[in-house]
């Protein structure tokens, strides 16, 4: 078969199918001068010519036997999947973390937090619990202190289904006091994951308030940790046109509920996926 190829819109030139591929199934073969020569292929990866493999960053992949040469780097970290694959198998939505991330922790309507990771790599618990909640003098709250990265895990998924992950006594510093359902994990740099630490870190000094003209609360403190580090958690609202002469007014603001607040973020950053608990 022959008909013509555009690849970036910087070349178009005849192209072939080989009908007998030493693979076994037909093979595209571009003909565009120095097509050998270009070392980073339609696949927006770099062709190896000494090994004839591509270069991920981390793994090399073999086209020829559509394998992966290594292991995952962080394999441990999701024992769910297995070692060979990427990015869950679902390379078009999700990007290849290579151990700097993040996860935005949920419990359905109610709770916000955050795991953050470490430089060993290792998932910090984050969470602004209420700690200064009183009511006719009795502590209303979550718990009466805040988490701040004192109980860490290898992965989102251990966190989730750790006993550390459960509601009991909120007194308890074995216990979260908390049982979250699900997590979203959105690929981080290094540098975002200290930004965004030492944010939540400051917001935790600051007067816990629900009031909804200047909240401060589980779901702030998530909300502006994450902008500080440019990550967008606004949801477009709009506002009706006064008269038939205006037009309706689009701004861009923070929901004030948890579980309206996690779904801003899970849509405004859809590289990221979801887990949740299995148990």
């Given amino acids: 078969a022959a008909g013509k190829a555009n690849c970036n819109n910087t070349w178009n030139t005849a192209y072939r199918f080989n009908d007998c591929a030493n693979e076994g199934r037909a093979k595209l073969a571009c003909t565009m001068p120095s097509a050998a020569s270009r070392r980073v292929k339609l696949n927006a990866k770099e062709f190896d010519e000494e090994t004839g493999m591509y270069y991920y960053g981390a793994r090399y992949y073999e086209p020829r036997q559509s394998l992966w040469m290594s292991c995952d780097l962080m394999e441990t970290k999701y024992p769910g999947e297995s070692s060979y694959t990427l990015t869950h198998n679902n390379p078009i939505n999700l990007l290849d973390i290579k151990g700097d991330s993040i996860a935005v922790l949920r ?13 060993e790599n290792k998932w910090e618990y984050y969470s602004v619990n209420g700690d200064n909640v009183y009511v006719s003098g009795k502590h209303s709250g979550g718990r009466t202190f805040d988490d701040l990265g004192e109980h860490k895990f290898d992965s989102p998924q251990q966190f989730l289904e750790s006993k550390y992950n459960r509601e009991g006594d909120k007194n308890d510093k074995s216990i979260a006091n908390y049982e979250f359902t699900s997590a979203d994990v959105i690929s981080t740099t290094k540098k975002q994951d200290d930004i965004i630490r030492k944010e939540f870190v400051n917001i935790s000094k600051e007067e816990y308030s629900l009031n909804p003209l200047k909240p401060n609360h589980c779901g702030t403190a998530v909300q502006r ?27 861009r603001e923070d929901p004030y509920f948890p579980s309206s607040a996690y779904k801003a973020i899970k849509r405004n950053n859809p590289k990221g996926y979801e887990i949740r608990k299995r148990k």
């Fill in 225 to 251: 940790s994450l902008q500080k580090a440019k990550i967008d958690t606004k949801e477009t609202k709009i506002i009706p046109a006064t008269s038939q002469f205006s037009p309706p007014i689009y701004k």
């Fill in 107 to 119: 419990i359905n309507s109610e709770h916000l937090a955050l795991l953050i990771q470490n430089k």
